[in-house]
């Protein structure tokens, strides 16, 4: 079935719009569906998969349009050979804006947007050597050899052929580990960065891939049109294009052509019809163009293409060669110590929330950081995987001093996490949640991935998380989305994820809360067999008696202070220890 899809659609592409059975009028509509599709596509990754709302990218239409048009108008070169300074322009357009955009969080991410979008559209219109208003025409048409495509059929040929490169590459880019990396920042940047990823990078990067496309979907434009002027480069057609990646599914790379066919098809058969209902004055068609697509969104929130053909499917797994496995990482001396906290201090305002605090964690011990609630344990957690940085103190990770470290360095060092509350991709399979902690063990990059030569390493990758998930026992999940699973459920792919990235020291923020008794035991049987291995694992936990019987050393903080360090059994009847706990509860 799957192998019949691609020369299927290279039939539909070469041959439907000659056949007669679509009129002209309808060709034509397709070719402007197409034209949009690309928008919608960088819109799927940018918006749907990456989290990142744009109004604004009918902007880069404009700028892919524009750049082709003075090339080719006033220096006569083929359209051909101007579309890469289209893409050329947009993309350098895209990384100054970017730039800045990419790191507003919330709801002036969106805001942004909107502001350059509307600017932009000002701007095209007031450089006269844009034409400014008016804009420029007698644009060439695309040509081959010296046949001009302008006819709406060949045309169409052309705009589907980029579009299924869009696609192929775009689906491609999503399965493997950048992929995942954008899908995971939608959830926000910690486990993204906690397993390596460069999260201000890695969201330039989308910004300036959606760009592109439309930047193409402006070339494209712009040789059909064979005119431009700036109004459908303004804030309403950046609206519709990020309606129609929304509508037909965001994050689903064929719902961008399903939204973008449904909103050209409505808008144009409203245009035609309701007239005829209603009479020619006035444009209800826009009101009611409205009012469908709020009624749509509003039953399918998460757009149509999820409706019609289901959740997204989990990568089949396949066993990789047998020498492709990376190296395991060299485990540390057995005599070493992994991290080492010198007098560490973490204030806010004026909290002293971790107050000069020392520890060490031994190779291969497990260590317990405990203390009531509000102690001071997350905020010493967050300062040694390198999510906060240190007010003062030292902290040296095997023997080296580390100096504002960031989790992503620490991730590359060695150190895999889990998080108090899941920080998981719900929609996405459970087995990719898991290989998003190999993230570092692969090296592909964007090109790469997008040209589907990332394939032999991604079976290795996804055989890592494969197997890392066997060990937590949770191999007949792997396939259901991560959003499924229990909260027990959960902390084990916490689990399995950290260990994806071959870690030398595991940190776990109370990874018992919320378990039931038997899934505590399971999970306290894994921590021993990590440590057999020569694994470190720091252990923040609140439950004493999960602590108690697997820590090998307990540090006890309490109000950011440590009170007491030992054996389990001595720490256990330390009377300030009893005090601090006993303390708390009442
Ligand atoms: P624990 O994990 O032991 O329950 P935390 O480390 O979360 O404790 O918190 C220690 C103290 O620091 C608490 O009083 C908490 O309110 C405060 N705190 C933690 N994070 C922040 C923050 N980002 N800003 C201000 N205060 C914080
Ligand atoms: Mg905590």
Redesign the pocket.
């Known amino acids: 079935m799957r192998r019949a899809i691609a020369p299927l659609f290279a039939l539909v592409i070469l041959v439907l719009p000659f056949t007669g059975l679509l009129s002209d009028y309808w060709v034509a509509l397709f070719d402007y569906i197409g034209i949009a599709s690309l928008v919608a596509i960088g819109l799927v990754l940018l918006t749907g998969v990456g989290g990142m709302t744009s109004f604004g990218q009918a902007a880069f239409v404009g700028f892919g349009a524009y750049a082709t048009a003075v090339v080719t108008i006033d220096t006569g070169l083929s359209p051909w050979l101007s579309l890469p300074v289209s893409v050329a322009v947009t993309g350098i357009a895209a990384l100054l804006i970017g730039a800045i955009t990419v790191r507003l969080s919330g709801h002036y991410l969106p805001l942004g947007t909107i502001a350059w979008g509307i600017s932009f559209y000002y701007l095209f219109g007031n450089i006269s050597w844009l034409g400014a208003h008016d804009g420029m025409s007698g644009i060439p048409p695309l040509h081959i050899g010296s046949h001009a495509l302008i006819a709406p059929e060949e045309f169409f040929v052309v705009v589907w052929i980029v579009v299924v490169i869009a696609v192929v590459a775009t689906q491609n880019l999503l399965r493997g580990r950048m992929g995942r990396a954008v899908r995971a920042l939608r959830q926000g940047v910690h486990a993204a960065e906690a397993f390596g990823v460069y999260t201000p990078s890695t969201k330039l990067k989308v910004f300036v891939y959606a760009a592109m496309l439309a930047g193409v979907a402006g070339w494209l434009y712009a040789h059909f049109q064979r005119s431009v002027s700036p109004g459908p480069f303004g804030i309403i057609p950046g609206t519709e294009y990020l309606l129609m990646a929304v509508l037909g599914g965001a994050g689903r790379v064929y719902g961008a052509i399903l939204g973008a066919t449904a909103i050209i098809v409505l808008r144009d058969q409203l245009q035609s019809v309701l007239p005829l209902i209603v009479g020619s004055a006035g444009n209800y068609e826009i009101i009611v163009f409205g009012a469908i697509l709020v009624l749509i969104l509003r039953l399918a929130s998460d757009g149509i293409w999820p409706i019609l053909f289901g959740p997204q499917a989990a990568p089949r797994t396949v066993a990789p060669p047998p020498d492709a496995a990376p190296p395991q990482r060299p485990r540390p001396a057995a005599d070493a110590v992994l991290v080492e906290a010198d007098a560490v201090r973490?204030e806010?305002?004026g909290?002293v929330?971790?107050n000069d605090v020392s520890f060490a964690v031994p190779a291969g011990r497990i260590v317990g950081l405990i203390?009531?609630?509000?102690?001071?344990?997350?905020?010493?957690?967050?300062l040694v995987t390198g999510v906060?940085p240190l007010t003062a103190g030292r902290i040296s990770f095997e023997g080296r001093p580390l100096s504002h470290h960031r989790p992503q360095q620490m991730a590359a060092l060695g150190l895999g996490r889990t998080f108090?509350h899941a920080e998981i991709v719900p929609d996405m399979s459970v087995i990719e949640n898991v290989a998003l902690g190999a993230h570092l063990r692969g090296h592909a990059g964007m090109m790469r991935a997008m040209a589907g030569l990332d394939r032999a390493e991604e079976t290795v990758l996804l055989d890592i998380a494969r197997q890392q998930l066997a060990r937590v026992g949770l191999s007949d999940v792997a396939t259901v989305p991560a959003g499924s699973l229990a909260l027990g459920q959960l902390r084990l792919v916490e689990v399995a994820r950290a260990l994806a990235l071959d870690p030398i020291l595991v940190l776990l923020?109370?990874p018992a809360a919320g378990l039931r008794v038997g899934e505590k035991k399971a999970l306290a049987k894994l921590l021993r067999e990590l440590r057999a291995e020569g694994i470190s694992i720091l252990l923040?936990e609140?439950d004493m008696d999960f602590v108690m019987n697997l820590a090998d050393h307990l540090v006890v903080?309490d109000f950011?202070t440590k009170i007491a360090e030992g054996r389990a059994g001595d720490v256990k009847n330390d009377p300030k220890v009893i005090e601090a706990y006993l303390g708390g509860v009442a």
């Open positions: 973490k806010f305002g909290l929330a971790v203390g009531p609630n509000g102690a001071g344990k997350s905020t010493t957690f967050n906060l108090q923020d109370e923040v609140h903080l950011g």
